[in-house]
């Protein structure tokens, strides 16, 4: 089993920076890729970043230039720098870690971006 606890959500006025981190603990040395993805009310969830075990790295085009993804494999935990934060992208951010044998979620953390 894995599991993953995500943090750093909140509210931040247009233009500003969040931090989201995503720790994972279980077995974690059966994890590959990790990621984020993102929902918004009434919307479908989508990719947000990906990074692998090798830290290659996969982003959105609506957030790349803005948003960085890092893993640290000692800490097992992945990170999601968000800049240049614009209303669209408030949504609940989802981490997920891939395994051989399947994707496990953590549970959301609320994004809001508002003046």
């Known amino acids: 089993q894995v599991q993953l606890v995500e943090s750093g959500g909140g509210l931040v006025q247009p233009g500003g920076s969040l931090r989201l981190s995503c720790a994972a603990s279980?077995?974690?040395?059966?994890?590959?890729?990790m990621g984020w993805y993102r929902q918004a009310p009434g919307k479908q969830r989508k990719l947000v970043a990906t990074i692998t075990s090798g830290g290659s790295t996969n982003y959105a085009d609506a957030v790349k230039g803005r948003f960085t993804i890092s893993r640290d494999n000692a800490q097992n935990t992945v990170y999601l720098q968000m800049n240049s934060l614009k209303p669209e992208d408030t949504s609940v951010y989802y981490c997920y870690a891939d395994r051989v044998v399947d994707r496990v979620w953590g549970q959301g953390t609320l994004v809001t971006i508002s003046s």
């Open positions: 279980g077995s974690i040395f059966s994890i590959n890729a």
